[in-house]
């Protein structure tokens, strides 16, 4: 008969992986899931009559994809565009959740991809964040520095951003 023997068992500290970037001086991160591909700043087409957020189109392999500036998308200047600019093109669900839609985000430059455990995320702030706050899904500490932790299905809705376009 064998004995049972107690062992420690240790918490399990969930984990998820994220790319992080800059932009505007500031480190943001996506979830790594949601990211279908990163390319070079180039051949953007500009869209008339957008609203000011979307910088244009790009063609990915036969399928037109438009591209947001998050800086814009967050109040700010746009995005100057320089040798480290790129595009991350992320899919994201509809407002109804029935197709998955591509869009390219500007950002500075891709810093990398890190994991960062649950217990390293604060919630958003309620006050002082320069972004709004129903944008940023939690805080992220690493390395003892804070990274901005997107909620990217509110930041990329489609449905506000066309609004935009009519309210302009």
């Not at 994201?92 to 197709?99: A, C, F, L, P, S």
Request: charged share 20%.
């Amino acid at each position: 008969m064998k004995a049972l023997v107690k062992t420690e068992s240790k918490p399990v500290v969930e984990q998820k992986q994220y790319l992080t970037f800059t932009l505007g001086g500031e480190m943001f991160a996506i979830g790594i899931l949601c990211i279908k591909e990163i390319i070079w700043y180039a051949n953007l087409t500009e869209v008339p009559m957008m609203p000011a957020c979307i910088r244009g189109v790009i063609n990915l392999r036969g399928a037109v994809v438009p591209v947001m500036d998050l800086s814009s998308r967050f109040g700010k200047p746009p995005t100057t565009v320089t040798k480290s600019t790129c595009i991350i093109i992320i899919e994201v669900q509809t407002e109804h959740g029935h197709e998955i839609q591509s869009i390219g985000v500007v950002v500075d430059a891709v810093q990398a991809v890190l994991e960062i455990a649950s217990s390293e995320i604060a919630p958003p702030p309620t006050f002082g964040a320069k972004i709004q706050s129903d944008f940023i899904e939690g805080i992220g500490k690493v390395n003892g520095k804070f990274v901005i932790l997107l909620h990217v299905n509110r930041v990329l809705c489609t449905e506000e951003i066309g609004a935009m376009g009519a309210v302009e």
